[in-house]
């Protein structure tokens, strides 16, 4: 059974600094691994899929790694902002026989203060 | 991207009586739509896989008598609360699954969540 666990489980940062959240995750035969951003009641907002074929993605400020051998992701946030803080959610994506179901891990609570 | 919608996105009711909550594709077609419950401070736990046209798969430990799942179109999938009670109060997220040409393999886009709240 995939475990996905996340730390920290909060962080708080000033403004302008560069900070990573990690994922792990116990079954590394994943397909693909997904990032997420929630924010207080709101639905997920996706940021980075990493394809099992990928070691890393970009999307403007944020850079995601995998690396499916030692079941690691991390996320790196470059120059927060305060408009960054919310929920960071990572999943695991299964394949074979349970294709497409994520496993999701608790999430890091970001709070960036000006 | 794509855009997938619920109704309603807040809903009280009183103990015993039933709810239902729609989850919509609004411009593609999900042949299959997964729904989440999240509970406070906590992560999402998948509940079902709901599969156009086919009864849906419950994952361990969720009643499907409870929870009651229909997916009778390529863009609607509706789950039924029945007989609802103070510990069915909670965040639930529905995600469907876009064709994968032009996506990349297996994303999944999520709607907004329905709060429940029974009293």
């Known amino acids: 059974k995939q475990e996905v666990t996340q730390i920290p489980a909060a962080l708080s940062v000033p403004e302008g600094e560069n900070l990573v959240l990690n994922c792990s995750f116990t079954d590394s035969a994943i397909y693909n691994l997904q990032w997420f951003r929630q924010d207080p009641g709101k639905g997920l907002t996706s940021l980075l899929l990493i394809q099992s074929s990928q070691r890393e993605q970009t999307s403007g400020r944020l850079n995601a790694s995998l690396d499916k051998s030692s079941g690691r992701s991390t996320l790196y946030i470059a120059a927060s902002q305060p408009g960054d803080s919310a929920t960071y959610l990572c999943a695991a994506i299964a394949g074979g026989t349970s294709y497409g179901k994520l496993t999701f891990g608790q999430g890091t609570i970001l709070t960036v203060h000006p | ?119």
Not at chain 2, 11 to 35: N, P, Y
Not at chain 2, 71 to 84: C, M
Not at chain 2, 98 to 113: K, L, Y
């Open chain 2, 1 to 119: 991207g794509a855009v997938v919608s619920q109704h309603p996105s807040r809903v009280i009711c009183k103990s015993g009586t039933s709810v239902k909550i729609e989850c919509r594709s609004l411009d593609f077609q999900a042949t299959t739509m997964f729904w989440y419950r999240q509970f406070p401070k906590k992560s999402l736990m998948l509940m079902a896989t709901s599969n156009e046209g086919s009864k849906a798969t419950y994952e361990q430990g969720v009643e499907k008598d409870k929870f009651l799942i229909n997916h009778a179109s390529l863009t609607l999938s509706t789950l039924t609360v029945t007989s609802a009670h103070p510990e069915d109060s909670s965040f639930y997220i529905c995600s469907a699954r876009e064709p994968e040409v032009g996506a990349p393999d297996n994303e999944q886009f999520f709607g907004p969540g329905t709060r429940l709240t029974v009293l």
